[in-house]
């Protein structure tokens, strides 16, 4: 079964560096995003990303964040200066767009811890 | 009017019996209505979702009730087991992206 795969699993780092987190999508997928979940609390988007470009972003997803697709099969998320508020689980997901279906597929999670 | 909201909180069932998780919304935009299982360290996937063309949609023990008119919808968990045992989120989108998810239910299934 097709899946997306996320890494690290897990990140440790200090306040103020900066963290790419990594994605494989599934290949034929064309829409990308990246979801956050911090300990205990719901699942929030943060932007979506399709043709190349961000087509949609949250609030949470400040100038501190960006997404890049920099090749055919990565999508990566990166937080430049992390604070202790990032502490989250990051997920990413995509989705192929089919009529039939609007399932997203979630990848297992990046847990990032601040310190 | 983004928000999806989730109850309960927490959920203990006997092994056997009937989950059922509520949710409700308020866009009208919404078109899409998954529910989300997640175990512990591991992603969200999707277990089962519904349009709003339909009212309920079955597949297996899983069975989405959908009421337009309240902008409410349902899981309901029939015969649950303890491998049932996950945090449940509903979710809404329009036209399946951006899913707007709720505030989760941790499911207990107890012997």
């Known amino acids: 079964e097709p899946e997306v795969t996320q890494t690290p699993s897990h990140q440790v780092t200090q306040m103020g560096q900066e963290v790419i987190l990594r994605c494989v999508p599934i290949s034929n997928h064309l829409y990308f995003y990246w979801y956050r979940q911090i300990l205990g609390q719901k699942v929030e988007f943060l932007v979506s990303?399709?043709?190349?470009?961000?087509?949609?972003k949250s609030e949470i997803f400040d100038d501190q964040f960006s997404v890049e697709r920099p090749d055919g099969s990565n999508f990566t998320l990166k937080i430049r200066s992390t604070k202790l508020e990032d502490s989250a689980m990051y997920f990413c997901?995509?989705?192929?767009?089919?009529?039939?279906?609007?399932?997203?597929?979630f990848g297992e999670g990046s847990r990032l811890t601040v310190l | 009017q983004q928000q999806v909201k989730q109850s309960p909180q927490s959920l203990i069932v006997q092994k056997g019996g009937i989950s059922i998780i509520n949710c409700a919304y308020e866009n009208t935009a919404f078109d899409y209505f998954p529910w989300y299982q997640q175990f512990p360290g591991k992603g969200p996937a999707l277990l089962i979702a519904?349009?709003?063309?339909?009212s309920e949609k079955k597949e297996g023990r899983f069975t989405i009730s959908f009421n337009k008119s309240a902008k409410q919808f349902s899981l309901h968990i029939m015969d649950s087991q303890p491998g049932d045992s996950a945090t449940y989120f509903c979710?809404?989108?329009?036209?399946?992206?951006?899913?707007?998810f709720g505030t989760g239910t941790r499911l207990t299934i107890i012997p």
């Open positions: 990303f399709y043709n190349n470009e961000i087509s949609e």
């Open positions: 997901a995509s989705w192929l767009m089919s009529a039939n279906t609007g399932e997203l597929f």
């Open positions: 519904i349009r709003p063309d339909v």
């Open positions: 979710a809404a989108s329009i036209r399946g992206e951006k899913l707007t």
